[in-house]
């Protein structure tokens, strides 16, 4: 646990949140991208923490929030095609426009929960006779893995596996985010993981352009208080640079092999994003070479566009226009245990976060 | 004990017929290990007799794998009801036992369980006085699925009751939390990291005897948090009671592996299941007494004061995180998640 106690230290948090109560002289809406960010800061109260005018917006970096609800249905439709369709377990409870994976597992399908890709191309050996699929979401964090598991399949000649893929990307979604005209937002917390694969450089152009400061930030108490008050430092100080806060896992050019292992297998391509709609240039689509491992070209389940739930404001959370409790159907109609959309089910959802852990009464 | 060469390696569905097989099943097995005066008499139920007041619990055990580090069903099946009926304020005397078998288990495998079902009720001062075996076809079951029922006298100094609970009453558990489910989920397929973390499965019924004795009504209430975790039964004694629950993230022990592996299968060590863990609500003037009793007893070495019932936020356990910050904690809704990054 070294690296973890250190920054979840009460003296060391308190120090700095002192600093940053005593800079903080106007009001900051700060976005922290990621959904474990999110997570981090609600799980351990540092929003009451917080000085009254710094204000956090929840971002879209939450990959289960974010896959485009057709996907599910595909993943669904393979199910019930008798496939083997393996999922992290973040997605399995995500509502389809008809039913969720969990809901086509009770019906018969064969679903498996793992953790790791490479773990399905062992299932996919193990069956030869059965078509296996793995339902590969996420953002750069999980695209290695993803990627690597293609490879893996073709050394080890494994005809039977393949990938139900949509990964998207972060700098594009910040982009669209602050091209928003409803856009109110300060400064950014970059999200640290993703920046541990991609490195730190696609950010500079994203400052120079929008004036904005971003810090590379990382995930614990001590990480997320320490990135707050350098992106307000910046701002009280009429400053605009990108700041990496997270160095000890975050390299300027990130992680060379696994960037390596990504352009072998996928393009960069137009995405759809779950309540945000199509950004260019914002996903990962599997090479040509590689498209027999593309279980949308292998199988024949349809592209339906499905209209979402039209009680759910995932998009306005997503793009941080609104905060969870600030939705009519919050706590009352939607809860993990019947959610209308994906945030209040993924662990990183902005809404889960707000349903767990926070409760503006406290 | 040996059990003698049964001429057969799997159980199939012969052995649950009723016929010859089953008696020899029963008989060599069954029969066999948990000879007592009230088994023994080989009758369609046992005549058993406890005073006063009874308190009676039964659970269904279902876990896979079987087999896992620090034990196996047959052990749980028995600490499970043991711990349940002890909760209850009650010493527990008689188990009854049911089996589910899936067809093609090994015998070999059934007489490790059988033996440690064995074991752990001698262990926890309890007879197997009744039960039943069933075999049903491959692909019906998983495995083996086992049932107890378990009969205790109420201890004379019990007054267990949510109700007995008021503001200031302090909150305690006997030990490291969130071992048992993490154990079982380092062995589940997919799961590559190897650890040695063990599961907590133990009977408490020695040591809530023990606090019966010295605190009576004093104690107001014991839960053992299995299914869902601290956080979750916390969360329905708050509800029961109209009250608020306070604890201390900083405060609650929880083993550095356990920790570690939590963090990385990005589980809440607050929902994770234990199955040797037992809270207790005791008045406040004894919380130090009470702390030094479950210290002093093997099964609460690593006891702690871990919160206390408040006023404050009615229906709501709110955890004071480790940097001072407040978070609620609320039920587990399903399964706790693993997450993607």
Redesign the interface.
Known sequence: ?KY?NEY???EA??KILEELHKITTKPWNIMEICG?QTHGL????????LPNNVRMIHGPGC??CVTPLNLIDKAVALLEQGVIVCS??????VPGSKKSLLEAKAEGGDL?????PI?AVSIAKHNPTKEIVFFA???E??APANALSVLHAEKEGVENYSILASHVLVPPAMEAILDDELCSIDAFLAAG?VCAIMGIQEYYPLVEKYKIPIIVTGFE??DL?QGIYMAVKQLEEGKHVLENQYARAVKEEGNVSAIKIIKTIFDVGAREWRGIGEIPNSGYIIKEPYKKYDAESKFSIGNNKVPENSKCIAGEILRGIKKPHECGEFRLTC???NPLGAPMV???GACAAY?????N?? | MSIDNLGFETINLGHGSGGELTRNLLDKIIFKTFSNPYLDQKHDGSIVKIEGEIAISTDSFVITPIFFKGGNIGELAVHGTVNDVAMCGAIPKYVSLAFIIEEGLKVSEFIKIVESIKKTADESGVLIITGDTKVVERGKGDKIFINTTGFGAIHPKASISVQNIKVGDAILVNGFIAQHGMAIMSEREGLEFESTIESDSTNLNFLVNDLLDEFGEKIKLFRDPTRGGLGTVLHEIANDISKGVYLKEAAIPLEKQVAAACEMLGLDPMYVANEGVFLVVVDVDIKEDVLAVMHAHEKGVNAAVVGEITNEHPNKVVMESLIGGKRIVSPLVGEQLPRIC
């Open positions: 646990m973890l979840r230290n009460l948090t308190k474990g609600v799980k351990n109260g540092i929003l009451e923490l990959p289960v992290f377990g973040d997605m399995i409870r498996r929960v793992l953790y790791s773990e979401i996420g953002f964090t999980t993981h108490p001590l208080v809860k993990p245990s993924s662990s990183e349903f767990h852990f926070s409760n009464t406290i």
